[in-house]
């Protein structure tokens, strides 16, 4: 079943494509078939209907009613290998 991941930053779009990105890797090695799709943080209500993950690149305190996980790893290179373990986790 196609999985709907969504990955948020706080401004433009610059770190959810670096994030998003590496993610599309890691699915790829993983064999998760998932839709991608990017956004900015205030439009996450808009777009949160049907997503089983939300992967952010900036701080998100609100309880959207769908897994989230902190994505910054894939920016700073810091615990890259526990993030991608936290979304594999919630995505089999």
Excluded: W, Y
Excluded at 25 to 53: F, P, T, V, W
Excluded at 62 to 82: E, L, R, T
């Amino acid at each position: 079943m196609k999985k709907k991941i969504i990955v948020a930053c706080g401004g433009a779009v610059a770190t959810s494509t670096v994030a998003a990105e590496k993610i599309r890797e890691l699915l790829k090695k993983e064999n998760i078939d998932a839709e991608i799709i990017q956004c900015r943080m205030n439009e996450l209500e808009s777009k949160k209907d049907g997503a089983d993950l939300i992967v952010t690149t900036a701080r998100v305190t609100k309880d959207f009613g769908v897994p989230v996980v902190h994505g910054v790893a894939f920016i700073s290179g810091v615990n890259v290998q526990k993030t991608e373990q936290q979304i594999l986790d919630i995505l089999k």
